[in-house]
């Protein structure tokens, strides 16, 4: 795609609003006119109003309508504009422009535009040539570093690249990308190794940023935090903000006598991080990188054992739902604490990455006990996990019968025995989970099943992605690159950047978020061009 693929990429102003890397401001198109809201942690867009009913007029007091909006400008009939001169400044240029907007406590603002303007921001003069031009050439630069995919993918790749781009914001001292500037102004930690998957592209250095910003946060027990935001950190309950209490309070159950805990309890997200660092490594090797993130991997990676496993039997578990990523799933419905099988899946496959990682530090022998530990942990996870049909998941220590795409996890280690391997490609490929669009988080003929409701139904890019890996690395490659179309088709035709998909009709789940970094970042390692080169084996 060349640089001025920029230019194709066109904003709606609702799902795709007009805002800049680095910037808090979004403008939108409301009813009234357009608005500029802030971007803040856990905060609605509505309680973060800069100004609305933002109208333009010509000479005679006639609507200039919004006629294109593009990630460098919108543009207005008239030849008027609204620009970003640097992250926090606004501008209004064009001439014989009337403008007037309300502040937040209804103060109305009018102004006569001849030239160019600051609409918000700090004070000063601006050239509108200059700005356009400098937001030319950052589009310009941005567009051209984009990995290379095929052309039916083009036009949904762009907006991915955009959406990565635009939701980028200085975060602890360095750049880091949150999820969407709709309601997830934060840096989350899986999400994180997500993005650097898709950035390890075009800049590894920014990617690595994304991991660091946790390992810069590691705690001294060695867990990685759950959120990194411009507060803090998010690492255990009593930083949960008290409508995530509520809610949760509302949604886990309490079968088995099991009850939430009033003391805190740990909250981070699942572990991936060595199969991220490693993956940038693959990109773009960095000794030095390596060898400063080992250590804190190994931490990390203990920390599971050491303190999430409450039973003692070797497989640890998520002591709170935000641990796990997956907030609404059923598996919740069962008790506060859960054990499904992604999750000693995810262990094993760092087991294995950390191996690769201390092999590459001229460390054999750590590599080899590495490699000892991964096999071991596939065959306890068979032994006490397997029950000839499918892996169980466990909450409160008790079985639970709701099915879900998670009992496909083990595929990802790789290691599992050939008969097992076959029985859950078997299931995947089976209705339950094997649609137009798979994959359902629940399985479609599970009572469970809700194709709106988050994690109960819905397509998730980082799972059918996990699950594609899983796949090719456990012996299935033609399944794998039919998951892979058939995601890719989902996602161009679906219409947005979603956090998931109703999975019967490939459209946005009613409270799903647009501008999904995630599923930007996924989208785009796997409409790679070039992406057969590095499948996993």
């Given at each position: ?206 990617a690595r940023d994304q991991i660091l910003l946790f390992l810069d946060h590691q705690l001294p027990d060695g867990r990685l935090p759950d959120v990194v935001h411009e507060h803090g950190v998010l690492a255990d309950t009593t930083d949960l903000p008290r409508a995530d209490h509520a809610r949760l309070a509302e949604h886990v159950g309490t079968a088995n006598g099991a009850r939430p805990t009033p003391e805190p309890v740990p909250v981070t997200k699942p572990p991936l991080a060595a199969w991220a660092v490693w993956k940038v490594h693959e990109t773009d090797p960095d000794l030095p990188f390596l060898a400063a993130a080992y250590p804190r991997l190994v931490r990390a990676h203990r920390w599971w054992f050491a303190d999430s496993d409450p039973d003692g039997d070797g ?223």
């Amino acid at each position: 795609m060349s640089p001025s693929a920029a230019h194709r990429v066109e904003l709606d102003l609702a799902e795709r609003p007009f805002t800049e890397r680095g910037s808090r401001l979004l403008v939108t198109a409301e009813p009234d006119g357009l608005r500029v809201a802030r971007a803040e942690y856990e905060t609605r867009l509505a309680d973060t109003v800069e100004l609305a009913g933002l109208v333009l007029r010509d000479a005679d007091g006639h609507p200039l309508p919004v006629r294109s909006a593009t990630p460098e400008a919108v543009e207005f009939a008239g030849g008027a504009a609204l620009l970003f001169a640097d992250p926090a400044t606004l501008v209004l240029a064009g001439h014989d422009v009337h403008a007037s907007w309300r502040l937040p406590d209804g103060t109305g603002r009018a102004l006569a535009l001849d030239g160019c303007h600051v609409l918000h921001g700090p004070p000063g003069e601006w050239s509108a040539a200059a700005v356009r031009a400098a937001a030319e050439a950052r589009w310009a630069e941005w567009f051209a570093r984009m990995p290379a995919v095929r052309p039916d993918l083009a036009a949904a790749a762009g907006t991915a690249w955009w959406t990565l781009a635009v939701n980028l914001l200085p975060i602890a001292g360095r750049e880091g990308l949150v999820p969407s500037k709709y309601g997830y102004v934060g840096v989350w930690n899986w999400d994180a190794l997500f993005h650097a998957v898709a950035l390890r592209h075009a800049d590894p250095a920014l990617a690595r940023d994304q991991i660091l910003l946790f390992l810069d946060h590691q705690l001294p027990d060695g867990r990685l935090p759950d959120v990194v935001h411009e507060h803090g950190v998010l690492a255990d309950t009593t930083d949960l903000p008290r409508a995530d209490h509520a809610r949760l309070a509302e949604h886990v159950g309490t079968a088995n006598g099991a009850r939430p805990t009033p003391e805190p309890v740990p909250v981070t997200k699942p572990p991936l991080a060595a199969w991220a660092v490693w993956k940038v490594h693959e990109t773009d090797p960095d000794l030095p990188f390596l060898a400063a993130a080992y250590p804190r991997l190994v931490r990390a990676h203990r920390w599971w054992f050491a303190d999430s496993d409450p039973d003692g039997d070797g497989l640890p578990e998520y002591l709170h739902p935000y641990s796990s990523g997956l907030d609404d799933s059923p598996i919740w419905d069962h008790g506060p604490r859960a054990e499904p099988p992604d999750l000693n899946s995810y262990l094993v496959l760092e087991a294995d990455r950390l191996a690769d990682i201390a092999d590459a530090l001229g460390r054999p022998a750590e590599a080899a006990d590495w490699r000892s530990r991964a096999a071991a942990h596939t065959e306890l996870l068979v032994a006490r996990r397997w029950d000839g049909t499918r892996f169980t998941t466990l909450a409160a220590g008790t079985p639970v019968p709701v099915r879900t795409a998670l009992d496909l996890m083990p595929l990802f280690t790789g290691r599992l025995p050939t008969g097992i391997a076959t029985a859950l490609e078997r299931t995947l490929r089976s209705p339950a989970y094997w649609g137009e669009r798979p994959v359902p988080t629940v399985a479609f003929d599970d009572p469970a099943f809700d194709p709106e409701a988050m994690w109960r139904g819905p397509v998730w890019l980082n799972i059918n992605y996990l699950l594609i890996e899983g796949l090719h690395r456990s012996g299935f490659p033609d399944t794998a690159e039919e998951l892979s179309e058939r995601t890719l088709a989902m996602v161009r035709d679906g219409g947005g950047l979603y956090e998931y998909w109703n999975p019967l009709t490939g459209t946005r789940a009613p409270r799903a978020t647009s501008g999904f970094g995630w599923s930007a970042a996924l989208f785009l390692d796997l409409a790679r061009a070039d992406r057969q080169s590095d499948c996993p084996h």
